[in-house]
């Protein structure tokens, strides 16, 4: 079956999609392989399900959603490097790689230049933004390692619809962490917000317990002044 034509727009951004989606998720999964090894060594890709069950420990508390962890510790079978996507891949390379500044700013350039195409509301891009984000995503993978030869071969690939729903489907799961991450933050702030009212109520039982005793205080030096005066008004009656 023919693919479907798209306008020259439209095509622009399923170009710089593909390159990214695909040649990004490659580049950050040779970061991860090349850093987390101890002895120096690119970790094999057919180790990497042992590798994880070493780090699961390590792994399962960080605040990872339940697909995650099926990616990573499957019920049935072994974890693989290639079913992991570029959010999940920039956990493990957070967590688990030492790496240089450097290499982990382009690894964060290139996420956040993911969440940017992801945001695009008609999945357009004029010329001028095509060569300019080309451009720059370019760059960044260069940077990361990636052959420009590599590159230049996504210049000229002939995007077909397979490349689109792949695109597509890889958008609809950035935008689904995205929305699980903000409904993560919401929760939080709610629980700090009920801590807070919780600190709020102690407070005024302590500003409240803290008046009755100054009352108190005031109560009885009265009474003890009274007293005193008491003593000394008998006193002067009987020199008088």
Known sequence: MASKPYDKETENYYRLCCLLFEAGTEAMRQVFL???????????????????????NHLIQKKLYKTQRELLFPSEGEADINKL???????????????????LKKVTDLKNFRNDQAHKKDYRINLAEFVREWSRLSAILEALGVNRVVIDDYANKNINDTDREMIITKIQQVLEDLKERVGGVEERVDGMDERVDGMDERLEIVEQTQHD?????????NTEENKFLSGRLSSLFILS
């Open 213 to 221: 005793l100054s009352n108190k205080m005031m109560r009885l030096e």
């Open 34 to 56: 090349k850093h987390v090894s101890d002895d120096g060594q690119p970790l094999p890709p057919n180790q990497f399900h042992v590798f994880m069950k070493q780090k699961k």
């Open 85 to 103: 996507d570029m959010t999940l891949l920039n956990i493990l390379i957070s967590n688990l790689c030492v790496c240089g500044d450097e290499e």
